[in-house]
């Protein structure tokens, strides 16, 4: 709401008196100051109460009484507000509201009192009362608050039987209403009427069995009278509708005043069947706190019974343990801890490891607290294994755990339970750790229980488990033959390792078999072991070099040479190199030279290899023979003239430099420059690069060797030629004293007519020249755009 002021400052000379400071608050118009005669004490007046009568010129004199009508016309001019800008204080409606009900405008005063002084003036007063009570009823039937208020005027008048009748009449209304039933009992207990009283409790409870309230009053005020009996019948009625705990606590609060400990116990046993675990162990401290401790454990051992083991609650054994632990009993204690966390589920039974632990820091040693651990950690291993049986690694940590610290059954027990859990896919990757189940099993029966039978029969059942025709586990084939090499039965060892390399020959089973034999320096059972090796894998190259191995250890070089030969003339190898090295390395060994410079003869027919010249030269170098430089150089230059067309340029470069080296160690200063000439350029060079779909992805810098003997190359070779004399031309020019532009200008000629190539770099003595098919604009013709020349320190 926006305020607008007008100030008004006026005197009325004939009159004397005024107005002065109207505000005017929207359509509220409030005369603030008023100075008018003496009669009106009013300081504020509002208009919008007078204002109509002011307009009409009418009833003036009420307000002014020598205020001429010419002059309230003038007035009323002032009234008409000019300056409508918002006031600087603002006034709000709530500011309105408060301080009217701060001035207290709308209260109405209070009626006047009246003094009743004979009886007719009285009977006028009740008959004009109830009047207006049976009228109100009368619109209104529903509303009990009527009723409550013309009884609770009735009995304050002392009319008990009036009063009651209002009451029967408004049950006949609405007997379920709480509040009547509640108002009409105690109006007759205050009256002292006990039998109607009584009367009235009894029909509430009847009607209204199910609100406790009434049964709460009723006994309370049968038990305040007295009347211990009257009360107990009260709470037996009470009692047969199965009410809450607090009905029945109230019941055995009321026998224990009176010391009736017997007919408390006996509302106790009914009280346990209709509740849960609380129950039992409030009855159970009931005994306790009276001193019968034999009753109280046999209540904790009732409720261990009576909820067995699939509503059994922590709770109901946290106050067993403390129970027997106030009576010094821990090794109940223990006990009882225990056949708790075997039967309740982990998720419930956090606060029984809690309490357990806590018993144990207490009163047991180290080995009890460990106890406490070691079962806290079994319970959750079997919650893992139970919510995903396949999680073998639960399994193996859960086994890890009763292998420490359980008896031989309970371990042979999670085994089986562990080795139930069959994968259900045969694919070798899904049984990969569900097979190492059984080999820690058959490991524990032969190390920890010592019962060689039982760890047959784990390794035969596993065997009889893994579907062979599909994949097949070398380790526990070989387990269980060096399983029976301990028990002393080799015919069982072998005959295990037969079945396995008939029903599912692999490497690994040859491998192992083979390694078996030699441990017992069976020679001629390797033979043919490796023979069926190599029948069932001869491009494995191992094979063959183990088994010439063999041969050479037991002193027959002629059968290790003729494995040899046999091998090298496979059609396929896994790795020929190795086996070609082992022959090569078997020859050297056996001082047979001729031979070896065949087998490289031989080689270098089949790959011109660089390592192959290289070992080939090493070989001859170290041979004690006058004539061995002579032949190593020879084969270094045979090699350089065989790789000229290689390819990888690398590779020519590594024989080149191993020439260097022999070189540089026996030959001399010619041979050495002979050498140092063949070595190549390496210049750096860019290719373009092209994306798999096509598109071009940019450029590539890479490092590329020229060859001088390579006569394609031979440009290549003079614009370096030419890029360094003109590198000394330009140093030349900078150590004379007088620089000529035009000599600069020729050697720059000089240098890019001579060829042009795409991104050629050389690194000679800190200058790094770069030719990229351009030229610098003060150096090449306009014919030749956008070709430069950089140059770069490096």
């Not at 207290?104 to 009192?113: D, S």
């Not at 025709?469 to 029976?484: D, G, N, R």
């Not at 599912?504 to 030699?518: D, Q, S, T, V």
Request: proline share 4%; with cysteine; hydrophobic share 35%.
């Amino acid at each position: 709401m926006c305020m607008f002021s007008v100030d008004l400052n006026f005197q009325l000379d004939t009159l004397d008196q005024g107005f002065s400071n109207f505000c005017v608050c929207g359509p509220l118009f409030v005369i603030k100051n008023f100075r008018g005669p003496p009669h009106n004490t009013h300081n504020k007046i509002c208009l919008h109460t007078v204002l109509p009568e002011l307009i009409h010129m009418k009833n003036i004199g009420t307000l002014c009484p020598r205020l001429e009508p010419r002059r309230f016309k003038r007035l009323l001019v002032v009234f008409q507000v000019k300056n409508k800008a918002p006031a600087e204080v603002q006034i709000t409606a709530e500011q309105l509201l408060r301080e009217a009900k701060e001035r207290e405008l709308e209260l109405l005063p209070p009626p006047p009192k009246q003094k009743i002084t004979d009886e007719e003036e009285l009977n006028d007063y009740k008959l004009r009362k109830r009047k207006g009570f049976e009228d109100n009823i009368r619109k209104n039937r529903t509303v009990i608050s009527n009723w409550i208020k013309y009884a609770q005027w009735e009995e304050s008048l002392k009319e008990i039987q009036r009063a009651r009748s209002i009451y029967e009449r408004a049950l006949d209304v609405d007997h379920r209403n709480i509040t009547l039933w509640l108002k009409y009992a105690e109006m007759e207990m205050k009256s002292r009427q006990v039998n109607h009283a009584r009367n009235i409790w009894d029909r509430a409870i009847t009607i209204l069995p199910r609100v406790n309230q009434f049964w709460y009053k009723y006994t309370y005020m049968e038990e305040m009278l007295g009347n211990v009996a009257g009360c107990r019948q009260a709470f037996e009625r009470w009692m047969e509708w199965e009410p809450d705990e607090q009905a029945w606590h109230s019941y055995i609060n009321f026998e224990l005043r009176y010391k009736e400990v017997d007919k408390a116990r006996t509302i106790y046993e009914r009280y346990i069947l209709s509740g849960g675990v609380k129950n039992w162990i409030k009855y159970a401290r009931f005994e306790e706190r009276h001193g019968y401790i034999a009753h109280s454990r046999k209540v904790y051992e009732r409720a261990v019974e009576f909820f067995g083991e699939v509503h059994v609650d922590e709770n109901l054994f946290v106050a067993f343990a403390k129970f027997e632990e106030t009576q010094k009993e821990f090794e109940r204690v223990r006990v009882i801890y225990k056949y708790a966390l075997d039967r309740i589920p982990k998720h419930q039974a956090q606060e029984l490891f809690k309490f357990y632990t806590m018993f144990e820091k207490k009163f047991g040693d180290r080995r009890g607290i460990e106890d406490v651990i070691v079962s806290k950690r079994r319970f959750q291993y079997e919650e893992e294994v139970k919510a995903n049986p396949h999680n073998y690694d639960a399994w193996f940590d859960y086994l890890r755990l009763v292998e420490n610290d359980a008896d031989p059954d309970t371990v042979r027990d999670v085994y089986e339970r562990a080795i139930a859990n069959i994968p259900p896919i045969q694919e070798k990757r899904h049984w990969k750790r569900y097979i190492y189940l059984w080999i820690n099993y058959a490991l524990y029966e032969e190390l920890e229980v010592k019962d060689p039978e039982k760890t047959r029969q784990v390794y035969q059942a596993s065997l009889d488990l893994i579907p062979h025709k599909k994949f097949t586990f070398a380790k526990i084939w070989l387990l269980y033959a060096q399983f029976e090499i301990r028990q002393k039965n080799l015919q069982g060892a072998r005959k295990v390792m037969g079945t396995a390399i008939g029903k599912c020959p692999k490497n690994k089973l040859l491998k192992g078999y083979i390694e078996l034999e030699l441990q017992l320096r069976e020679f001629d059972r390797c033979r043919k072991l490796y023979e069926k090796y190599l029948e069932f894998s001869p491009e494995n190259c191992t094979t063959w070099i183990k088994f010439s191995e063999l041969e050479t250890i037991l002193g027959d070089v002629e059968r290790a040479r003729a494995i040899f030969e046999l091998a090298i003339g496979q059609p396929r190898l896994d790795m020929p190199e190795v086996l070609w090295k082992s022959y090569i390395d078997f020859e050297i060994e056996q001082e047979e030279f001729g031979n070896t410079r065949n087998l490289y003869k031989r080689l270098l027919q089949r790959t011109q290899h660089v390592k192959v010249w290289i070992s080939y030269a090493k070989f001859e170098l170290s041979i004690d023979s006058g004539e061995r430089l002579e032949k190593c150089r020879q084969i270094y230059e045979e090699a350089n003239k065989g790789m000229r067309n290689c390819e990888e340029k690398e590779e020519r470069l590594m024989l080149l430099e191993s020439w260097r080296d022999f070189e540089r160690e026996f030959g001399s200063d010619s041979t050495m420059d002979r050498v140092r000439k063949l070595l190549p350029e390496k210049v750096k060079k860019r290719r373009k690069l092209t994306a798999e779909d096509g598109s071009d992805a940019g450029w590539e810098e890479y490092y590329d060797y020229i060859f001088p003997e390579d006569a394609a190359n031979q440009p290549n070779l003079k614009l370096l030629a030419m890029a360094k004399m003109w590198k000394r031309q330009q140093i030349q020019e900078d150590e004379s004293p007088e620089k000529s532009p035009e000599a600069g200008s020729e050697s720059h000629r000089l240098l890019f007519d001579v060829l042009w190539s795409d991104w050629v770099w050389q690194r000679d003595d800190g200058l790094l020249l770069r030719v990229s098919g351009q030229s610098f604009p003060h150096v090449c013709n306009k014919e030749r755009p956008n070709r430069k020349l950089s140059v770069f320190q490096t």
